[in-house]
């Protein structure tokens, strides 16, 4: 039950094309959008004009019918998506940090720029998760397993942290720290997410944990709102079955 990157094993084999993608186990693909993949956001940051457009090309270059996303709310709720709800990359109205699903054909998605995304696959059924200090506090990891395994997900999960708020660059007030009992310090006032992310997942009983360790908010290859403010887009995590 390994805790720590296994990069012969399932780690982006490149950045070349389309973002960092891997294969997971079951049938499932992953994928980490970049900048150069465009802004994925609706709402928010440069060129959020064309976020539907970029979302609807990603869809179509996953060989995707739906990627299923949803309004962010840095909470713990995960969507359980049973049907097609949509069609290329067009949202569902709802409120909701996470997917979990067994279909075919469909993405789960989740938007970032800072916040961790989180990746889940099982045999049968993957599930993707927005986790910032608040989703994390929330316990939307653990919601997220439960998730996976009500629609159908068997067998050993793997779970992949992507890029986001690296314990270099965070930088966040004592009412945090506090939030996590102080774990996972770096510094005075750094704090490492990924690492609590983690944890948390190994003790939702997740096999095997695997972490991109890249920054958003000193790579410039990512958008970060720590670094960029409101002009920040947003990249995606993308899992699905294949």
């Known amino acids: 039950m390994g805790e720590k990157m296994a990069p012969e094993q399932r780690a ?4 070349s094309g ?14 980490f959008t970049m900048r150069r993949d465009g802004n994925l956001s609706t709402m928010r940051g440069e060129h959020s004009e064309n976020g ?18 949803s309004r962010q709310v840095h909470g713990a709720s995960v969507q359980r998506v049973y049907s097609q709800g949509g069609s290329g ?38 599930a993707a998760l927005h986790a910032g200090w608040r989703g994390l506090a929330a316990g939307v990891l653990r919601e997220g397993v439960r998730a996976l395994r009500e629609v159908g997900g068997e067998g050993e999960i793997v779970a ?27 510094g005075e006032r ?12 190994v003790a939702a009983g997740v096999g095997e944990v695997e ?9 410039t290859r990512f958008y970060s709102h720590r ?16």
């Open 18 to 31: 389309l973002g960092l993608r891997c294969e997971l186990p079951g049938g499932g693909g992953a994928l």
């Open 89 to 126: 990359g067009r949202a569902v109205a709802i409120d909701a940090d996470g997917h979990a699903t067994s279909l075919h054909g469909v993405g789960a998605m989740v938007l970032v720029a800072d916040c961790l995304p989180v990746l889940l696959a099982a045999h049968g059924a993957v």
């Open 211 to 219: 972490r991109l360790d890249i920054c958003t908010i000193c790579d």
């Open 160 to 186: 992949l942290i992507g890029p986001g708020a690296g314990p270099c660059c965070y930088e966040v007030g004592e009412e945090v720290h506090a939030v996590f009992g102080g774990a996972h310090r770096v």
């Open 190 to 201: 750094h704090i490492d997410l990924a690492a609590i992310a983690q944890q948390r997942l």
């Open 227 to 242: 670094r960029e403010g409101e002009r920040a887009g947003r990249q995606a995590g993308v899992v699905w079955l294949s």
């Open 52 to 69: 539907g457009r970029e979302r609807d090309r990603i869809c179509a270059e996953l060989g995707l019918d739906w990627l299923c996303a």
């Open 12 to 15: 982006p084999a490149s950045v």
